[in-house]
């Protein structure tokens, strides 16, 4: 066996990121998926037709067990979740609160909390973070169907089902199709008296109507009108989210909510605005051609240190590598950046069951991680260390610099760069 095909056996036994999701592998190491692979005519790789809903669901089912030791499944027509995707969004969370912005005001309690609102049949978000990170959650949703089988997800990972409570939002059928939310509460009234929590997370219905959903054409991934639509749709919701936070200020050290269309970021900025919250900030979530946005804000006061060195400089960039060769993975590019890095006489530690590498030169500390966002694409991200100052410029151009290098290397074509600010503090 050759070197390349060894290092990629060890890195799938790793069992830790989305890197392979070499759909023969998984079809030869899972029965239930073997009959939607196919191999392509063409270049004779394996494929599956992302139009069918029981093949995107089988892969997000095979991928759960295959990387997390998650046992999961949702019923015909709920909405299945993309993994890398929801991943992203955990992973912003755990940079939020490691960058130690908000501080943390239960610091006595070391699990951390996250309430998921709308966690769907799927429970998605709480089986990932409890099970990438240890994290415990309330999920809540309103659909007995979601509540059914969230409850189900969580019973069948034993491992995990003790850091996980479904909650039911109670409240009392609302016909109004008008612009602003008039459905069920979202935080009051869910959200009991005395809990705190580090963060709460959504994924609220993004649309006004299931035509405006559209559902992309090129891909099944289920989904129903309760799960994608509300009157007044995203913005409605994320507002009453907003309304909700203003009552709940020292429930949460961070509110926050993925969107769907980046024209509501600009409203909802503005309505956090006048609310007096203390810090906003916003990323983009970049999964092959869809991108989806990240809100975040709070009340609490930001610790000072943060504030006067960070405001004006960004400390996180991203690019994305498209059309890897095949016979590529990330831990190829994760190798090659820490040869970039060491060339230039810096100091790399890699740790490949999370596939990032920390670097630490004279002038700086920060994080490369890599993601797979679909086979054949990765986000390679910086991130500096919490409380690093630099030189204005000097990440965004070795970055420049490291997405240069890994295009010659890895890709056949084109490399978008995203260089992303999420300090909107
Ligand atoms: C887009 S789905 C998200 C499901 C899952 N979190 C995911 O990311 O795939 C939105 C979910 O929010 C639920 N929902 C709608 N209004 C809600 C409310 N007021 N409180 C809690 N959940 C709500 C829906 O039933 C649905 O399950």
């Known amino acids: 066996m050759g070197k390349k095909k060894k290092r990629r056996r060890e890195e799938k036994d790793s069992g830790k990121s989305y890197l392979v999701p070499d759909f023969g592998v998984l079809a030869s190491l899972y029965p239930s998926f073997e009959p939607y692979v196919f191999y392509s005519p063409a270049d004779g790789s394996p494929k599956i037709n992302w139009k069918d809903f029981n093949a995107t669901r089988q892969l997000t089912s095979v991928l759960l067990l295959h990387h997390h030791s998650l046992t999961w499944w949702i019923p015909d027509g709920q909405l299945c979740p993309t993994v890398p995707n929801r991943a992203n969004y955990i992973h912003w969370l755990e940079d939020l609160l490691s960058s130690d912005i908000i501080p943390n005001y239960h610091r006595d309690q070391n699990i951390v909390k996250g309430f998921d609102i709308g966690t769907g049949a799927n429970c998605i978000y709480p089986l990932l973070g409890a099970s990438l990170l240890g994290w415990s959650f309330v999920g809540t949703d309103v659909t007995d169907i979601a509540l059914e089988w969230a409850e189900r997800n969580v019973k069948n990972n034993p491992q995990i089902s003790k850091l996980i409570e479904i909650r039911k939002v109670d409240f009392e059928e609302n016909t109004s199709n008008g612009e ?11 959200v009991k008296t005395d809990e705190k929590f580090d963060f709460c997370m959504c994924n609220p219905p993004f649309f006004v109507t299931m035509d405006e959903a559209g559902l992309n054409p090129n891909t099944s991934c289920g989904g129903t009108p309760a799960e994608m639509v509300c009157p007044g749709g995203e913005q409605a919701f994320i507002s009453r989210m907003i309304e909700d936070s203003v009552q709940l200020k020292q ?4 509110f926050t909510s993925m969107v769907g269309k980046k024209s509501s970021l600009k409203n909802l900025t503005s309505k956090l605005r006048e609310v007096g919250v ?35 400089t960004k400390n996180i960039l991203t690019f994305m590598l498209e059309g890897i060769h095949r016979q590529f993975c990330a831990f190829h590019v994760l190798q090659s950046v820490e040869s970039f890095f060491k060339e230039s006489g810096a100091s790399c530690k890699l740790n490949t069951a999370s596939f990032y590498i920390d670097v630490i030169s004279s002038d700086l500390h920060f994080r490369i991680t890599v993601f797979e966002q679909i086979p054949g694409t990765l986000l390679v ?41 999420s300090n909107h503090a």
């Open 180 to 190: 602003s939310y008039s459905g069920p509460p979202i935080l009051v009234g869910v």
């Open 251 to 254: 429930s949460f050290r961070w």
């Open 278 to 312: 203390t810090v906003v900030k916003t990323t983009e979530f970049v999964q092959g051609q869809t991108s989806r946005w990240g809100i975040a804000w709070s009340f609490i006061p930001p610790s000072k240190k943060i504030v006067s060195s960070h405001v004006a």
């Open 381 to 421: 991200r910086g991130s500096l260390k919490p409380g690093e100052i630099v030189v204005p410029g000097l990440l965004s151009t070795i970055f420049l610099q490291l997405e240069d290098a890994l295009k010659k290397e890895f890709c056949s074509g084109k490399v978008s760069t995203h260089l992303l600010d």
